[in-house]
């Protein structure tokens, strides 16, 4: 995987400049925005571009391992709302239901785990030449008492800064750093953490690149975090995440601009718990909720 996604980065060929297919574009400036990439695990850094005024869109991911791993099936809903041409708003939320392959009889036990509230600006270029500027902020916290396997009990504010850039010779190709923090409250909801997960407040930076291949998407993320400065502790994890994802093609009116995706990537951290390498699939639907203006009606030829 590793040297695949290598290749396809550093062979001209592949980074050359393709026209557009026909139809919506996922990553294309002003249209769905750059959080359309954004899946838990496979690409999780906030790339600049937001979405497209007025625009509501909506996304269902469902958390398929959790048949096998968890009594309780998640779906990760998330509603996005363009407030203004370079500012967005979301709200989403973990929705549960219990699935029956567990201690718990199906949909005995459903509801919300948490809400997460955030909102994202794209600065354009006014800190470097070339480099579009974007920031933003989200919280997130445990609504009622949810069970223990869905969250870890703690609310999380998590503000991030990221610049992105076009090479002027590979337009396909989005290189980007990052700094974002992670500034935790704790509450007297019991909950899980994962392998490599901190317990107080930490922050850290985030590197890679994205090469679009028309409904193909190559991403790598490298990233270090730290809780030193912000917690009591002084521990450090270090992570990999290499990716791509798909643009299932659709039929469907292009007006609606509905669409399935599919993210495959490979998840390697170490940090206080040890070294931890595993592999992650995720699908998610996504619906644009408000219409384009309709199509004028076509002239008929004399």
Request: glycine share 10%.
């Amino acid at each position: 995987m590793f040297v695949a996604l290598g290749l396809a980065l550093g062979a001209p060929g592949l980074v050359a400049d393709e026209p557009p297919p026909d139809g919506p574009r996922l990553a294309a400036p002003n249209s769905f925005g750059d959080d359309e990439l954004v899946l838990d695990e496979i690409f999780q850094s906030h790339l600049p571009t937001t979405l497209k005024k007025y625009s509501l869109r909506l996304s269902v991911h469902p958390n398929l391992g959790d048949w096998e791993n968890k009594d309780r099936m998640r779906l990760t809903t998330t509603l996005r709302y363009g407030l203004m041409d370079k500012c967005e708003l979301s709200a989403g939320s973990n929705l549960f239901f219990s699935h029956g392959h567990g201690d718990t009889r199906a949909f005995d036990d459903y509801g919300a785990a948490d809400l997460s509230l955030g909102t994202k600006f794209n600065l354009g270029q006014f800190v470097f030449p070339g480099w579009d500027t974007g920031a933003g902020l989200e919280y997130e916290f445990p609504i009622h008492h949810p069970p223990a396997e869905l969250t870890d009990g703690l609310r999380h504010a998590r503000p991030y800064l990221t610049f992105s850039h076009r090479p002027a010779s590979h337009s396909n190709l989005r290189l980007f750093v990052g700094l974002h923090g992670d500034l935790i409250t704790r509450t007297d909801l019991p909950g899980e953490f994962g392998k490599n997960a901190f317990h107080e407040s930490s922050w850290g930076f985030t590197g890679g690149w994205v090469l679009d291949r028309g409904n193909l998407h190559y991403t790598f993320e490298a990233s270090f975090d730290t809780s030193r400065l912000l917690a009591r502790t002084a521990e450090d994890i270090y992570t990999i995440r290499p990716g791509v994802i798909w643009e299932i093609p659709t039929r469907r009116d292009p007006q609606l601009m509905s669409h399935w995706i599919v993210g495959i990537a490979l998840n390697d951290s170490f940090g206080p718990g040890g070294n931890s390498v595993g592999a992650s699939f995720k699908l998610r639907y996504s619906e644009e909720l408000k219409r384009k203006s309709p199509r004028p009606p076509a002239t008929r030829t004399p």
